[in-house]
């Protein structure tokens, strides 16, 4: 009976940590969506959560290491969606993967556009590190590449590993540009499918590139009529 008493005593201090981490990032997130990273502040956090700021740091950390849990915890998703590509043609899977990321970027933009700014300047998307943000990301467009290869779409004059990482580059430069606001999630996949489409054609067959090529021509005129979703 006492082991089953303790035992039941853990797990509810458990859960209790868990409920209250989850209340400080989820009021972190909003922070962070309203009036930006800098506008963060731990004292302000606790008083947000109805929390102290010891059990802040305690059960997190510091500001730095907040955010560095809501990128992380973004980051997962991110993968998830990658990762949702199936079996459709090489430009179709590409589209796709950017379709299904601008949907999820809309569920909550003030806070996607807030954390990736803040993600860039603190250093967490460094791609320096074999194991972090960069590698995992970059990962998927060159196997993509090698399987175009494979399937003789691309000839393979430009190695996998070089394309690779110029198409999560389009995509990166155009998630920024739309985080930084120049441009809308329209404007984002447009910029990010013409440019990965543009990689693509360096090195494809001539068949396979005037396929990508077709493609640029109707993201060309999607955005003259202000339509979305044709790629």
């Known amino acids: 009976m006492a ?27 909003n922070v962070i969506a309203n009036d930006g990273f800098d506008a963060l502040k731990i004292r302000d956090l606790a008083a947000r959560a109805d929390l102290t700021v010891p059990t802040i740091y305690n059960l997190i950390g510091g500001k730095d290491d907040i955010l560095a849990t809501i990128i992380k915890e973004l980051v997962e998703q991110l993968q998830i969606i990658q990762d949702q590509v199936g079996s459709a043609t090489v430009e179709e899977s590409f589209a796709k993967q950017i379709h299904n990321l601008a949907h999820h970027f809309a569920t909550d933009e003030a806070f996607y556009r807030a954390a990736f700014i803040a993600g860039d300047r603190s250093g967490l998307f460094e791609q320096s590190s074999e194991e972090g943000i960069f590698a995992r990301f970059v990962r998927q467009p060159i196997e993509a590449c090698r399987r ?5 779409l691309l000839r393979g004059n430009i190695p996998p590993e070089v394309l690779g990482p ?32 543009l990689c693509l054609a360096a090195d494809a067959n001539p068949t396979f590139r005037a396929r990508l090529m077709a493609q640029i021509s109707r993201l060309e005129s999607a955005a003259r009529r202000g339509d979305v979703n044709t790629a």
């Open 3 to 29: 082991i089953e008493t303790l035992s039941s005593s853990v797990n509810t201090r458990s859960k209790n940590m868990t409920k209250r981490r989850a209340t400080i990032l989820r009021e972190a997130r």
């Open 148 to 152: 175009a290869v494979e399937q003789k």
């Open 166 to 197: 110029q198409i999560y580059g389009c995509y990166r430069s155009a998630r920024q540009d739309w985080a930084n606001g120049y441009f809308d999630l329209d404007g984002f996949r447009r910029q990010a499918l013409t440019g990965i489409f």
